[in-house]
Nanobody, 124 residues
């Protein structure tokens, strides 16, 4: 079993920045891709960004391209989401996810493990 713990969420004004972290622990982490998803109240869980095991491939939702950057440090079993130029519509609970495959994916149902989520609130 893999445990994922997100941190770094909080309240920020529009135009500000936050950096989310997701630390993985438990059994051998393996060579899995990781992703970030978010869910606003009353809405479905949406894809935000994903990264392959090697870090050589990344993918972003159109709504965050150019503002968010996903990265990972495999030595630390940690994935990051740097969020810049935040907008009120970025407000949501952000979830980290991990999958056994090394290939990144943008759909939530192929991910095997999920964190508990961290709240991001952007005020206007």
């Amino acid at each position: 079993q893999v445990q994922l713990v997100e941190s770094g969420g909080g309240l920020v004004q529009a135009g500000g920045s936050l950096r989310l972290s997701c630390a993985a622990s438990g059994r051998t982490f393996g060579r899995g891709a990781m992703g970030w998803f978010r869910q606003a109240p009353g809405k479905e869980r949406d894809f935000v960004a994903a990264i392959s095991w090697s870090g050589g491939s990344t993918s972003y939702a159109d709504s965050v391209k150019g503002r968010f950057t996903i990265s990972r440090d495999n030595a630390k079993n940690t994935v990051y989401l740097q969020m810049n130029s935040l907008k009120p519509e970025d407000t949501a609970v952000y979830y980290c996810a991990a999958r056994s495959s090394a290939i990144l994916a943008i759909v939530p149902h192929v991910y095997d493990y999920w964190g508990q989520g961290t709240q991001v609130t952007v005020s206007s």
